[in-house]
């Protein structure tokens, strides 16, 4: 059955740098979305991603962070100064169309941890 | 911003017993309702789907909609210790014609043998 996968599934920084967290959709899909979870609490939405361009961003999602589908099977989130708040688990989801009985399903998530 | 409420929990049920997880909407215009299962580190993993009032069952699990209510809820039948874990219920919200997952808290569960 069709997964979507991420690299690495655990990333440690330290603060000020760069991280680039990958993600790979199912192949036929269409609409991409990054979530994290800070530990312990809830699942939040930061982008969605259409026909190579931004559709929606969350307020978290703020001019560190970047999207980029470079090459047709990556999709990728990149956060490019690390704070110690976005240490967290990083969901990339995908889904074939954008109807709403349409399910996003979610790969096994990249831990972020910054130091 | 739309909210989605559950009752954090914890939720202790003994096996073979029904597990009941409810949770409720602010967006009354909300069409799509999910549960997913999260076990602890892991992503999180499609239960089931709901669109429109009433009962859909698969298998052990039975998801209820009442949309004038803006309530969702989920029935386990025969629990098992399996079962333990975090249920997070999910909301499509719709903004100018995008949509994201809204997402509760989620409930934790905890199956005793």
């Known amino acids: 059955e069709p997964e979507v996968t991420q690299t690495p599934s655990h990333q440690v920084t330290q603060m000020g740098q760069e991280v680039i967290l990958r993600c790979v959709p199912i192949?036929?899909?269409?609409?991409f979305y990054w979530y994290r979870q800070i530990l312990g609490q809830k699942v939040e939405f930061l982008v969605s991603f259409y026909n190579n361009e931004i559709s929606e961003k969350s307020e978290i999602f703020d001019d560190q962070f970047s999207v980029e589908r470079p090459d047709g099977s990556n999709f990728t989130l990149k956060i490019r100064s690390t704070k110690l708040e976005d240490s967290a688990m990083y969901f990339c989801a995908s889904r074939i169309r954008a109807w709403s009985t349409d399910t996003q399903y979610f790969g096994p998530g990249t831990r972020l941890t910054v130091l | 911003q739309k909210e989605v409420e559950q009752n954090s929990g914890p939720l202790s049920v003994p096996e073979g017993a029904i597990a009941s997880l409810n949770c409720t909407y602010s967006?009354?215009?909300?069409?799509?309702f999910f549960w997913y299962r999260q076990y602890s580190g892991k992503s999180p993993e499609l239960i089931m789907s709901i669109y429109s009032n009433g009962d859909k069952e698969d298998g052990r699990f039975t998801a209820q909609l009442n949309k004038a209510s803006q309530y969702v809820s989920l029935l386990i039948r025969d629990s098992q210790p399996s079962d333990s874990a975090t249920y997070l219920c999910a909301v499509i919200e719709v903004n100018f014609g995008n949509e994201k997952l809204t997402f509760g808290t989620g409930t934790r569960l905890t199956i005793i043998p």
């Open positions: 192949s036929n899909h269409l609409y």
């Open positions: 967006d009354r215009g909300s069409q799509s």
